[in-house]
C-alpha cells in the first residue's frame, strides 16, 4: 500500500521559501505521477504541480509557475516554493496517480495528511 507523508511546512514571511518533501512507501515510484495540491481557507482543493515518474516531466499551474520547482529524488518528492506569497497560505497535499498528465483529484488514489504552509509577516 502506497503511503505518502508530507514535511517541510511552516511560517515564513512573504518573499520567502520553503521546501516541502513528501515520503513515499509502499510501492515502485517509476509507475506514479506525483501531484502537490494545496487548499486555502476557505476555497477548495487545488493542483498546483505534477511530476511524471516516468520521464522526468513536470507541470505548473500558473499562479506557481516560476515560482516553484517539483522534483523527486528516490522516494521523496519535493516542492521548492520561492517567492512566497501570503496567498500562497493553505494546507499542501502530495498525492500519487497511474494516470498521466493530469490535477484532475478523481485521478489521484492516494494522499498524505497534508503540512500547513503560512506566509505572513
Known amino acids: 500500500q502506497l503511503q505518502l507523508v508530507e514535511s517541510g511546512g511552516g511560517l515564513v514571511q512573504p518573499g520567502g521559501s520553503l521546501r516541502l518533501s513528501c515520503a513515499i512507501s509502499g510501492v515502485n515510484v517509476h509507475y506514479y505521477v506525483f501531484g502537490w495540491f494545496r487548499q486555502a481557507p476557505g476555497k477548495e482543493r487545488e493542483g498546483i504541480s505534477w511530476?511524471?515518474?516516468?520521464?522526468?516531466s513536470t507541470y505548473y499551474v500558473d499562479s506557481v509557475k516560476g515560482r516553484f520547482a517539483i522534483s523527486r529524488d528516490k522516494n521523496t518528492v519535493h516542492l521548492q516554493m520561492e517567492s512566497l506569497k501570503p496567498e500562497d497560505t493553505a494546507v499542501y497535499y502530495c498525492a500519487a496517480a497511474l494516470e498521466r498528465h493530469t490535477l484532475e483529484e478523481a485521478s489521484y488514489l492516494f494522499w498524505g495528511p497534508g503540512t500547513q504552509v503560512t506566509v505572513s509577516s
Open positions: 511530476f511524471n515518474s516516468a520521464d522526468g
